[in-house]
């Protein structure tokens, strides 16, 4: 039933999907990848639970036709493993409740810190105006936000010489 | 019963692209970034038997800007399939048009912006998008190409109605182009509910080689605009606050406003009177601080 | 960065930063078939005809004829079937549903069915369907056996009522008369969305012994098995609800909603049928009760109050759902928490043919705060008070009685208001300022109860019935377990609750769970550590009000918090900014600082939205902003200053806190408006209401000179 093939790189993967023309790549990403961190919640690109990054810029998923991904790099929170600095921020900060819109706010604010790597809270709230959070953790995802961006600018200070003690 | 699967065009070449876009007409729907296609298809409203992309039409993406034309002033030249962010955030664009900068920073969220491209916002012609009113007292225009040559079709005449253009079935939307010497521009967006929401009114006021122009967004089918009202303006230095509100009320009381979730038609006309006045007081500071522009949210 | 929640030992990476959390809507099973609903397009209309002949072989579809049989069903009132049988009483009433290959094999099938209807006069507006000659919902009507049909409801069929509380305390004539200012005024608050992020989902599948299993994203897991069982005729151990983690739910995910339609399609199918909504279809299923509230408020001229009448109309829609427990909290909510003597409350639960509306974050105490609060700073300016002083000195303290007749404990609601307003700088000055102070019951009776079973490798679990939605319910409730066990929490383990395993507890509603939970724990632990292998505990709350007094226990613990808000009103557009928000709740003991903080935050952000600019809109019953992009929800760059107390006290009770601060926000924000001269009597504050309110400010004023 399946129209076509799509191929693009996945988490650094590269993969060769089946979707119709006409089906959006959130619904190609759970179906046939069996990604979960992408989720539909408005279907019309304002909330952001769908988003992922198209060669490192986030996009709605929910809207990008799947054959528009063809050749490029997706990337979703499953691509970061778990220790990301930005993951690391939203645990230590508690900056989730039902955790369905994290995904998005994650990849948001990565993207961001790769744009601009010390933004200020006006920054940080603008850049995350289209991420919605109905359990409304707006505040500290700022948060996490901001310590995300200390962290990589921890990761980005020259490494200590061997013996050196590692920074934590 | 099944609905059929759309075919997937995607030519590599304008050429290609053309030729795909004469033989399909109206069957193919024309996909730049794709936002605004894939949520008709998710509401059920477009059920395309073609879609057209031209998202591998590398030579449709790019800024240029032409110094010399032949008025003398500079031309931005802008690739149909630049997307929003690429405007948005481009030196070439920042320093030279900053109002265009800074309202196409205004559209929906980052990551629209990184799909949705300058062509598509005008070919849409969505009557609630921030760029059509704001291209539209830029004086912009645009290049609609077709087997058979290609034309320049102002902004004005573009876009005729609700969601509606003059673009022919075998015209492609390829290039947009901005003309320089603004001596002041300003963008106001004014939202009724959420941060997030589109304009309820949106006011955009130019002035180029002496010239206002001022065009109400988000108000109506399409964008307004008034030359017999902005011609009060004419061999005026300044615009005074007097003549800023005469310009608010004759707006208000020319536009018929439409009613929806944003604001009732009657509570538009009030907004439109005062936000046009407020513009025109923003410009009036710009041009006397010579020559600035921004957009205001 | 100190360790949330006590929490010393980092391991694995939460599931909900990793995105590995699976929620209701990831669910699947092998073979499973996914759903459609097919929805009446007519706001009341006789259901005539279901033709299902134009469907490919391979879709199975439940029909009117299917469930004719099966048992009337509802949480409070027997009212609803599991499809519209007879009459459609909605624009959206599900009428018939499929089952097929795909979602969008379902979509496209659920197209192919045709359904004849006659269309029949409908009602929209509560006071309205009280109106003799209203068309009438349901004509005969019964109460429901359900669990959550504990507090005698009174129906009145032949006026689309299917609830009146009352009070009666004092008498109200003597208030009156004995009153030297009266003030008066009505106020309506719209419907709203609860807009969970994950929609409603569920999967059904019938065992090959005739056992039902449902995955379902819920709160009520015991109260939707003891519906199902009525529906399908089976035992409740014929049943097993199984609860994953919720995408949010705010009172959405409650009884049945979805569950016996995806039943009775996989029972037909005898295959597992799955069902995701579309997000349209969210404003179709659950939404908060429209509410007109008539507020009729005598004083002295020292400013006592001396007499109160409350008139609510909660508009409850087609089917009943928990609206007679919504107005009866809002009856008992309306007279705030001050000393009257003379009380008169009549709150009517009214059908409409509007969707249904049920629990919703705040249960009715948002539309009571709003006419209650603002009332008073009608009365404080009558009187020339200053709005903190009249409630200051009004207020309910330790030893008094309230309007219930119950004697009030643990009370901290002049705190509270002593801390907004010095937080807001009330001394230095009051334009543009506001607050509200609120009283909220907790579900009352109700009971809870906990097993913990002691594990081979030294770890615990903790069964218990309490739903996650993102409140951090299950995290609380192991670290009070790990507290108590003296482990450290990552040994105590809680699975999704699964009510074959389960002990029975009342809902995971009205901000009770930790605290009940908490003093269920206690003797669970107690138990354990007696026999090392398993203990149980419960904890059950005991009251209830007489329904036609109001007199009794309304609650056995109360909710207490205010709220401070400061405005700038763009007085040439009625746009208004609010500058700082800030809330005080009393807390008693906070089990999770960061969870708490979060509960605190996003009620107080959800407050504000409705304060600003939720609102369904309807049009002869169709509702014209069911999507994300008419219909808006707070944003982060939305946001006013935010801030907070949690008032905690050595040696207190646990209490919720998931829905304290919002009923007070929309109050403070429009009493804010007030100390300007805009009176809005109806949410939201819209700019086109607050420029009309500011422009009636400025006739009266011309007036006056």
Redesign the interface.
Known sequence: MA??EIHFTLNGQPVAVQA???E?LLEVLRRELGLRSVRETC????C?AC?AL?NG????T????A??A?GCEITTVEGLGGHHPVQRAFEEVQAFQCGYCTPGMIL?IK??LEEEPEPDEETIRR?L????CRCGCYLKIVQAAQRAAALLAEERRPQPGPGAAPVS | ???P????L?PTSLEEALELRARYGEEATV?AG??F???L???GLL??TA?L?L?QIAALTYLRVEDATASGKPLLRIGAMTTH?ALERSPLVQRGWPVLASTFALV?????R??ATVGGVLADADYASDPPALLHALGASVVARSPHGQRLISVEELIIGHYETSLRPDELLTEIQVPGGIEGAIYRK?R???????P?VAVAAVRREGRLRVTVGAVAERPQYFPEICALARGQASIEAELAREIGERYAAAIDPIS??R??SH?RR??IA??VRRALEELNRIIAARGGSQSHA | MPEPGGNAHYTEPDPRVTGTIRYAQDVELPEMLYACVVRSPYAHARVLRVDTS?L?VDVVALTPDDVRSLGLYGCQMKDQQVLAVERALYIGDPVAAVAAASPR?AR?AAE?IEVDYEELPAVFDAVEAMQPGAPLLHPDLAISENDAAYFGMRPEPQRNVCHHFRIRHGDIEQGFAEAEIIVEETYRTPSAQHVPMEPHACLARWTADGRLEVWTGTQTPFNLRMDLAGIFGLPQEGIRIIAPPMGGAFGSKTFVRYEAIVAGLARKAGRPVKLVLRRDEEWLTLNRHPATIHVKLGAKRDGTLVAKQVTCWANTGAYADCGPGVAQKMGFASPGPYRIPHVWVDSYCVYTNLPSNGAFRGYGATQAVWASERTMDLLAERLGLDPLELRLKNVLVDGDRYCTGEIMHDVHFADCLKAVAGQIGWQRGRRGKGLAVLLKGMQTPSRASIVVEANEDGSYTVHCATAEMGQGAWRAIRMLAAEQLGVPVERVHFPVPDTDIVPYDTRTTSSRSTYMMGRALVEAVRQLKENGELGYGECVNEGGLDPDTGQGIASTHWHQGAAAAEVHVDE??G?LEVVHLHTAIYAGRIVNPPAAQLQNEGSMIMGLGSA??EEI?FADGQI??ANL???????A??LPRITYDLIERPGAEIHGLGETALPPVPAAIGNALFSLGIHVRDLPL???RV?EASERRSVHSAASV
């Open positions: 129209a076509m119709e023309p006409d959006m279907g019309l690109g304002i952001g988003t198209l810029q986030p996009i709605s929910c809207i990008l036709l054959p528009l063809e948001t993207a961001l850049a105006g289209g991420n919605l | 019963m099944a609905r699967i759309p075919a997937w995607a996909v794709g936002t296609v894939g949520i298809i998710n509401q059920q395309p879609l992309t998202r962010r929906a969220s980052p990551r629209v990184n799909q004014f009724s509910r959420s941060s997030e929401d589109r309820c929806d979730a604001g009732s509570y009030r907004v005062v936000e | 134009a490919p094999a496209e192919l040439e557009t746009k600003l600019f809109t014209t902003n992009s008419d219909y808006n929800i707070p944003a760059d939305d819209t700019p086109e420029l």
